[in-house]
């Protein structure tokens, strides 16, 4: 029998903003006894990949890890891995934010460990071939993608097993890919089976180079692996399997892989990611589609053959499958495009930071559902802003933007005071679609929407509860813990937004508004809305109208909506002025309620709550009420200090209902709480040919 290279390459990573104790618990249940276990098989070669955010909390929390880490760098057997220092997709990020990203990585990788790291680990392996010169430019040798990305390129079984160089304009890189079923069966086989495994390859192709490169939670903090990898001594069984076959098992560095063995070739690859993720990033119906496609041709038998020709979609639309997604990513490039010349390193920092992948995109993963990752995300674009306005010098004064600000084709409103800063489309509904507190530095609106996941399926067809804690990849099914989830399944016709115009005929509630029930002919929230802006010395006036047709039964109801938003440069009171005119031939009778989505992060904590006229408490901002003839009301966070305050002209009928959506997580599905909304309603009867006007103010107030 021949023998086989083997390369481990280990990647962990905890997002900017996850909370505190999920950073400990991976820490004793992963990080610590890996390396616990590894310091009595530090002759072994690893290489080690953390990412900025958590090399951070180790650091602080954890010093004594880093200098158990250096001890065992300073032995020669582990190579540190560079990336981008928080963890951003490069293909998401301007160039001067990737080289300055990386610089960042290696200049703490030199500082603390005393390496000059030239691996970079591809934030979730996505890749487009013009990373080539970045990474090349960056100082960087090799990195490491799936072995789907070969399969595109064409490769076929043993291509997959050397590695190879690319380039890009001239310039290049070296080029490993880490194997799909090691990744399967690492950490989830037994030893014996993984050595027998490598025996195969050895035997058919004497000196092939497998690459293991995979997520460090895997060893402990995936469901149901520490007991599997360190009480039941998985790990300690592995390594004393590799160290007992040394003599045909050649464990290397990924970089001394460069000296010892030569490329197979140059390569150029098309743009990818892993399978996985790019089934991820397809649309519902087309991911649908494919499961249904790819269920047949495993049942005809001709998988194995056919796999590799099998693709889902392409990453970047990830902002095309979420909105909120690309709304985030159109803010960090507007923050970046700010920053470029700054010479603040803490805004560049902050910057950064807001850039870490996690909650731009999701998968199996909470990712984008999970709202304290975006809320972190905002907070850092919106420090970064607040900074880099102050290195400008810019006075309080009002500033209006009409930019094309998401990237949508069509022109949106941006407008600030020293206060927040509004954005507003005019063409989805005259919508606010972000409203940044500057001195609460959070997005008031950093809200999302319900929407069908295909993953939803499998939640539609459970019919009891599953509760297993065996060892298993992340990639199979998620658990259902509640049967009543199904029933929870709703989804949203428009994004959940603020300052949204709504048009109910007949009976509307609580529950009927939380479940999209209501009668809604004219869906004023998809209208596109007319705009005018006119400024005095101290305000400024943003004017909005739509016209809205309703044929009943060949009587048609014809309705002029204005509306009127006014931002004063003292004052931190926003304005809203509404008239309605009725243009048909009909007197028309009917509820108008104008919509408010904010994202207080917590629906069910008992200092974030509603508030009515007399500013009593009205319950948890999960809860749903129906209050009449009320004219004051809002809510109240005390962790942020915040209160949101309404005062209307007249009494209106309050509705507020929480919006959660059912998401898949590592572990389970999961309700998650995204928003709390505002829907006060007033019932007009306007005859024909006559308008009807009322008027309201909103303030966000951080002084509690």
Known sequence: MGHVNLTLCLHSHQPVGNFDHVFEENYRKCYLPFIEVYEDFSDLPLALHY??????????????????????????????????????????????????????????????????????????????????????????????????????????????????????????????????????????????????????????????????????????????????????????????????????????????????????????????????????????????????????????????????????????????????????????????????????????????????????????????????????????????????????????????????????????????????????????????????????????????????????????ETSELQADENVRTIHGSGKLKDLSMKDDLVYDDYERKSFLDHIVIGEISPDKLQRNECYEPFMLPLNEYTHSISESEDTVKIEQYTKAEYDNEGIVFDLLITKILKISRNSDEIEIEYRIKNQGRQSFSFNFGTEWNFAMLAGDAPDRYYFLDDGERSGKLIKKLNKKDTKKFGLVDEWQKLKIGFDFSEPVTLFTFPVQTISQSESAFEKVYQSSVFYPVLHLDIEAGKERGFSYRIKADDSI
């Open 51 to 460: 990412s900025g955010p958590l090399f951070d909390w180790l650091m602080i929390k954890h010093p004594e890890f880093i200098e158990r880490l250096q001890k065992l760098v300073e032995k020669g057997n582990i190579e540190m891995v560079a990336g981008t220092y928080y963890e951003a997709i490069l293909a998401m990020i301007p160039e001067s934010d990737r080289q300055g990203q990386i610089k960042k990585m290696k200049k703490f990788l030199i500082e603390t460990f005393g390496q000059d790291a030239h691996g970079f680990w591809l934030t979730e392996r996505v890749w487009e071939q013009e990373m080539t010169s970045s990474l090349s430019k960056a100082g960087i040798k090799y990195t490491i993608v799936d072995d789907t990305h070969l399969i595109n390129a064409g490769l076929s079984d043993r291509d997959l097993l050397r590695y190879y160089i690319t380039e890009d304009h001239g310039k290049k890189v070296n080029i490993f890919a880490t194997h799909e079923k090691l990744r399967y069966i690492i950490p989830f086989n037994e030893p014996d089976s993984i050595r027998e495994y490598l025996g195969e390859i050895a035997g058919r192709d004497p000196g092939a180079l497998l690459v293991y490169g995979d997520d460090g939670e895997k060893f402990g903090g995936w469901p149901g692996t520490y007991k599997w990898v360190y009480t039941e001594k998985w790990l300690e069984r592995f390594f004393t399997m590799l160290r007992e076959n040394r003599n045909w098992i050649y464990l290397h560095k990924p970089g001394d892989v460069l000296e010892y063995l030569k490329p197979a070739g140059k390569i150029y690859i098309p743009d990818s990611s892993y399978r996985e993720m790019t089934e991820w990033a397809l649309p519902v119906s087309s991911a649908l589609r494919c499961e249904d496609v790819v269920e047949k041709i495993k049942n005809s038998g001709l998988w194995e053959e056919s796999s590799v020709f099998l693709r889902g979609g392409f990453w970047r639309n990830f902002k095309y499958k979420y909105p909120e997604a690309n709304q985030m990513y159109a803010r960090m490039l507007e923050v970046s495009m700010k920053a470029e010349d700054s010479k603040s390193e803490t805004a560049i920092d902050h910057l950064y930071q807001s850039q870490c992948n996690c909650p731009y995109w999701h998968g199996v993963f909470g990712g984008l559902y999970l709202n304290h990752l975006r809320y972190e995300t905002y907070k850092n674009m919106i420090k970064s802003e607040k900074l880099l306005f102050n290195e400008k010098s810019v006075k309080d004064n009002i500033v209006i933007e009409e930019l094309d600000h998401d990237l949508d084709g069509r022109d949106e409103i941006s407008i600030r005071n020293k206060w927040y800063k509004l954005y507003i489309q005019p063409h989805s509904g005259g919508r606010i679609y972000e409203w940044d507190h500057y001195r609460a530095e959070t997005n008031l609106l950093d809200t999302l929407s319900r929407k069908e996941e295909a993953y939803h399926k499998e939640i539609r």
